[in-house]
């Protein structure tokens, strides 16, 4: 009886692990596929000769962030939306990720910053932080990259 126990626990565990990893590999697809459609779309039109990083932004509307290197070298962004035109941007005086972490650490209450992504918007390209307030709370903050002003603040989710 105590085998057949065994078996059992053992089974239902390792079905478990396997249904939540089946739901994970379902669930990040279709922002897979969309990155790997953007990345290849940013090749096709020759605005980036290597590709760093790849991103889904959502705003309004959704769009990926393609970073990396143009032909001479230069850091670059390309903003692929699912309809419309696409964007670049040379990222050389923009302000970084990292600027934009501190800018928001020194001005509000910090606990832990869960994702930082450049994303375009209405009003030009933006720094969107998300993090974790002091009492736990979401937040969400977007910071011009031309020069790091505040643009928009989402805050005590």
């Known amino acids: 009886m105590k085998e057949w126990m065994k078996f059992i626990i053992v089974f239902l565990s390792f079905l478990a692990v396997a249904i939540v990893l089946v739901i994970?590999?379902?669930?990040?697809?279709?922002?897979?596929?969309?990155?790997?459609?953007?990345?290849?779309?940013?090749?096709?039109?020759?605005?980036?000769?290597?590709?760093?990083r790849a991103y889904v932004y959502s705003s309004s509307t959704q769009s990926v962030t393609v970073l990396g290197t143009d032909g001479e070298g230069q850091i670059k962004a390309a903003f692929v939306p699912e309809e419309?035109?696409?964007?670049?941007?040379?990222?050389?005086?923009?302000?970084?990720?990292?600027?934009?972490?501190?800018?928001?650490?020194?001005?509000?209450?910090?606990?832990?910053?869960?994702?930082?992504?450049?994303?375009?918007?209405?009003?030009?390209?933006?720094w969107e932080i998300a993090f974790l307030n002091e009492a736990g709370r979401l937040n969400y903050v977007y910071l011009l990259a031309e020069d790091g002003t505040w643009w928009k603040r989402i805050l005590n989710l």
């Open 84 to 126: 419309g035109d696409m964007e670049a941007l040379m990222l050389e005086d923009q302000l970084t990720a990292q600027q934009a972490r501190e800018i928001v650490q020194e001005d509000m209450e910090v606990e832990e910053i869960l994702h930082t992504k450049l994303g375009m918007e209405e009003a030009g390209a933006v």
């Open 24 to 52: 994970l590999f379902l669930g990040n697809k279709p922002f897979s596929e969309a990155e790997q459609a953007a990345v290849e779309k940013v090749e096709a039109e020759g605005l980036l000769d290597e590709v760093e």
